[in-house]
């Protein structure tokens, strides 16, 4: 199985910064696309960002220009830089990795506040 660890959740003021890290329990060239989802109470799961095997990237229209996914093949880990924070980015950030199948890490809350 694959083990996906997030970190770097926290509690910060709108306008700030946030990094979210990931960390993969195997080799991330062996992954066919990584990414970030969100989940805010009331609402349904959404993609945040995903970067492919290959580097290409995809956001979501809400967080484009403000996030930023990029990997570190040496640490297998996977990061999310967050800029500009606001209060409807406040969700539980959860790691996606697609092998065979969905792995998905525990999350990490984020919370943005006015």
């Known amino acids: 199985q694959v083990q996906l660890v997030e970190s770097g959740g926290g509690l910060v003021q709108a306008g700030g910064s946030l990094t979210l890290s990931c960390a993969a329990s195997i080799n991330i060239f062996s992954i066919n696309a990584m990414g970030w989802y969100r989940q805010a109470p009331g609402k349904q799961r959404e993609v945040v960002a995903i970067?492919?095997?290959?580097?290409?990237?995809t956001y979501a229209d809400s967080v484009k220009g403000r996030f930023t996914i990029s990997r570190d093949s040496a640490k297998n880990a996977v990061y999310l830089q967050m800029n500009s924070l606001k209060p409807e980015d406040t969700a539980v950030y959860y790691c996606h990795a697609n092998v065979a199948y969905d792995y998905w890490g525990q999350g990490t809350q984020v919370t943005v506040s006015s």
């Open positions: 970067i492919r095997r290959i580097g290409t990237t």
